[in-house]
């Protein structure tokens, strides 16, 4: 697959994680930092990993800066 739909779909995953179960948004968020380690995006996988541990851990505020950050990152790889 070529990288701007990969890019895409990363996007629209992590738009997804607006609502659902918590375990649902860390899968979605699991799937995103999977896709960027294949991408060599090491440093982004990296803070993908940092937001699901802030989710499970219940820091909202984290959490929320870490999808923030991860939108506009991979916005940026476009």
């Known amino acids: ?3 701007a739909p990969r890019i895409n779909l990363m996007l629209a995953t992590l738009n997804a994680t607006e ?5 649902s948004i860390a899968a979605k ?3 995103v930092q999977e896709e960027l380690a294949s991408l060599d995006r090491g440093e982004l996988a990296a803070v993908a990993g940092e937001t699901i541990a802030a ?6 505020a984290e959490f ?3 999808r923030a ?4 990152k991979i916005g940026h790889l476009r």
């Open 1 to 3: 697959m070529e990288t």
């Open 29 to 31: 968020l699991k799937q």
């Open 19 to 23: 609502v659902g179960t918590l375990d």
């Open 64 to 66: 929320k800066r870490g």
């Open 55 to 60: 989710l499970a851990r219940g820091d909202v």
């Open 69 to 72: 950050l991860l939108q506009s």
